[in-house]
């Protein structure tokens, strides 16, 4: 597990190479079509099957009401899987903060899933993986073992 903010000055990291487990850090600026860009991969990870998010908002502007209605937009055309598939959604950032962010979603469409807002990328792990399966906590666990190298034959 990594503790440090992410440096990501530009542009929005959706990272699945944990997946179930997937990591959001959008950079300090982005274009719409980042942002475009990103709901198509949620969308994409939605349909796929289970899983749950860490998004750290650190460094990160809040989103305009454009993107806003996007997510909104998102939970509404996709309820059924959102409902099935999204199993929580651990945010990490300064509480004031992401509590607007959450208030100014919340008001438009509430998310169908769990939310909760850590100061901590470590405790916003710990507790998405909380909402998951044995057999999916297990498969994060693979994806985040070492990988074994191998060494040239002698």
Known sequence: MKAEVPNLTRGIELDSSRYPLVFMHAGASYAQADWNQLMKRIIELIQSGPFGLINDTRGSPMPNPL???????MYTEHEAKVRRNFLASGIVGSSSLVNGVLTALNWLKP???????????????????????????????????????????I
């Open 111 to 153: 998310p169908p899933h769990p939310v909760k807002v850590f100061l901590s990328r470590d405790a916003a792990e710990t507790w998405v993986l909380a909402h998951f399966s044995t057999e999916m906590c297990e498969r994060v666990a693979r994806a985040s073992a070492p990988q074994p190298v191998a060494l040239p034959a």
């Open 67 to 73: 993107q806003r209605r996007a997510i909104a937009q």
